[in-house]
């Protein structure tokens, strides 16, 4: 087989690491090039590896894959972002960590998927800036990655009854995939009350580009507000709890 079918190259963002055998690593990654992809980091754990530091979480590499007959194998790599800020402090380690668990639990490794890639690239750099407002960047990471990963909640409509929401106080029903007015949502059971100000924010994420998302400034009422009801709603579409939020939680306390 011709070499440059043996191996190839990919740009990527490392989502997790996990031990294998005595100094092996089975790293996740998602890739520009290919999407979401695990390969075997050889020999990573022993003390002179030079390719340890390119494949911790978070970093932005650029990998030289060779196949195998189960997963790649990692031959080259070189850090194009290690960014090391999100390391230094331990609650913006925890969001990071956030926005990598929310990617592996929403993706497979089906191919490529540009749009995914951008948004975990750009979500990260986001979170690195200094003046960043970290659960601005939170909240519309979540509200764009279900967006494309197919599960947008309607957020303008009544679920129920289709009637166009108003300037009030809602209901927001998982299982619906979206807003119930107040009509259908008295006496509902399984549904969650939204204020007219965290649906009002939720609502222009959905609809803006992140330089108009980022001047939103919610009070500290409305940021609870909109975290519960989004992790009730990805809860509901993942059919399970996520580790990273209660570790923010103890952050907080």
């Known amino acids: 087989m011709p070499r440059e079918f043996r191996s190839f190259r990919v740009e990527a ?6 031990n294998s055998g005595e100094a092996d690593r089975i790293v996740t990654l998602f890739s520009r090039q290919q999407g979401k992809l695990r390969a075997v980091a050889r020999g990573v754990r022993k003390i002179r590896s030079r390719r340890a530091g390119h494949l911790e979480p978070f970093t932005h590499v650029s990998l030289q894959l060779a196949k195998s007959k189960s997963m790649p ?7 194009i972002d290690a960014h090391l800020t999100l390391r230094d402090d331990l609650a913006m380690l925890g969001y990071a960590s956030y926005i990598a668990e929310l990617l592996d639990k929403f993706t497979y490794e089906e191919g490529e998927n540009v749009s995914l890639f951008n948004l975990y690239r750009d979500s990260l750099l986001r979170l690195s800036e200094p003046d960043a407002d970290p659960l601005v960047v939170i909240r519309y990471y979540e509200i764009r990655l279900l967006d494309l990963t197919g599960f947008r909640p309607d957020l303008t409509q009544c679920v129920l009854c289709g009637e166009e929401i108003q300037a009030e106080d809602q209901y927001f029903s998982a299982a619906g995939g979206g807003v119930v007015c107040p009509a259908c949502g008295r006496g509902t059971s399984g549904l969650l009350p939204v204020s007219k100000e965290a649906l009002r ?3 222009h994420f959905q609809r ?3 330089s108009d998302a980022r001047r939103a400034q919610p009070d500290g009422a409305v940021n609870q507000e909109m975290e519960m ?3 009730y709603y990805i809860s509901y579409v993942l059919e399970r709890g996520l580790n990273t939020p209660k570790f923010l939680r103890n952050i907080r306390k």
């Open 13 to 18: 963002i490392v989502i997790k690491h996990t």
């Open 73 to 79: 194998i990692v031959t080259q790599a070189e850090t």
């Open 201 to 203: 924010y939720l609502r």
């Open 208 to 210: 803006s580009a992140f």
């Open 229 to 231: 009801l989004m992790q």
